[in-house]
């Protein structure tokens, strides 16, 4: 049995600091199986040279289900995002990025999971 996991991010482009963002996870499964719950989580990491950091910004649940091939499992998760940021920035010696991470908890498996990245911009005005 496989599972296919999408994650979609509104709005389709950079989210400025202090705006809210909407993800929506689609989950399939090859064939007939159940899962727990939804996961959602949204975190900032810095990367390059020097002590590396991160902070989870947002952590939320949604009830799972029973999935049938053609008949996914959604769930749609709001986050705020801070408007102290982290910005994203990519340097020569420092990079900040945030990143979308959904998964599944299925029983008795390993839990199938999907991450896309997310850019978020300084608040213009």
Known sequence: MTWRIDVRVEPDGP?????????WVKAESSEAAACRAIHCEVKWMTGGRGTSDEGLV??????GGS???????TAEFTLAVPAAGPVSYQGRLIAIGWTVR???DIAWATDPEAT???????RRG
């Open 116 to 122: 896309v990245p997310l850019i978020v911009v300084p």
């Open 58 to 63: 947002f952590k939320k649940d949604a009830p």
């Open 102 to 104: 959904a998964w599944l």
């Open 15 to 23: 989210a400025e600091a202090g705006s809210t963002v909407w993800v």
């Open 67 to 73: 999935s049938q091939p053609g008949s996914p499992l």
